[in-house]
């Protein structure tokens, strides 16, 4: 199961054929389990027994091995103590369930395993058949919406925030015309005119990132609910999405300034 499965063995032995029912009763504990009731000592060889069992059972830890999100990638790995099927004796529990790595198309191996255990037994029901990419899929399923949903928002933002700066760098341009048209009758060049109204749009960008990034930061609480495995105040990250609204930025703003190079000076002068 823990090869199959992909858990580590980190340290002590795996179940083996000797693990029979009427051999003593072995098991092997997560990490978790072992940072609680064995913090400061060495857990292989020690001793557990269910409390509430009667009479008690004790059972022996012969392996360590790595926690396993059992409850959700969101939610901290309680101890665990796994052991072998054949060796505890609970009446009350009448299902199992049944892991298979196979190579060919999911349809194809349902039919094998359900083949196998029939052959066993045909009076055994075999139900919840599921690959194993569901299982993640519908223990991800919440957070995959959540995240979609702040992807279509954060897009809808983006576009927003460009035709938001288009508009005002554009109705800045048309407020500024004529002082333009002076600038260029005077001697300035078609560069000249482009960096004064890039420089406008870009500072206005860069207020809006520098906000943004102040709020990013406040947020990262909310965040780290919806995901798992990184960072919420990567570097990387924040300096990414920064360069790309500062590229959206520029964009949104170089139409207006390429139009307000092509203002004709004797405009201004004649309304002068």
């Known amino acids: 199961y823990f090869r199959m499965m992909g858990i580590p063995l980190i340290a002590g032995r795996d179940f083996t054929a000797q693990d029979k029912a009427d051999s003593p009763i072995v098991g092997l504990a997560n990490e978790s389990f072992v940072r609680e009731y064995f913090p400061n000592e060495n857990p292989i060889g020690g001793r557990i027994a269910w409390a509430r069992a009667t009479p008690l059972q004790w059972m022996t830890i012969v392996g360590i091995v790595g926690d396993v999100k059992h409850y959700g990638l969101n939610l901290p790995e309680l101890p665990a103590f796994y052991t072998s099927y054949m060796q505890l004796n609970q009446p ?26 029939w052959k066993v037994d045909k009076a055994i029901p075999v139900t919840r058949l599921r690959m194993m990419p569901e299982v993640m899929a519908a223990s991800l399923s919440a957070q995959r919406f959540n995240m979609t949903l702040m992807a279509i928002f954060a897009g809808v933002a983006l576009v927003l925030a460009a035709v938001g700066i288009y508009g005002v760098v554009s109705y800045s341009v048309t407020q500024r015309t004529h002082e333009i048209g002076i ?17 406008q749009g870009l500072a206005l960008a860069g207020l809006g990132v520098g906000i943004g990034l102040v709020a990013a930061f406040a947020v990262t609480r909310v965040m780290s609910t919806l995901i798992f495995g990184v960072s919420t105040t990567d570097p990387a990250i924040f300096t990414t999405i920064s360069v790309v609204l500062a590229g959206v930025a520029l964009g949104a703003t170089l139409i207006p300034a390429r139009r307000a190079t092509k203002v004709d000076p004797m405009i201004a002068l004649r309304y002068e």
């Open 92 to 117: 009350w529990k009448r299902w199992m369930y049944l892991t298979v790595r196979g190579e060919q198309n999911s349809a194809g191996l349902i039919a094998q395993v359900k083949s196998q255990i």
């Open 183 to 199: 600038r260029m009758a005077l001697g300035a060049e078609t560069g000249d005119v482009l960096r004064i109204v890039l420089k």
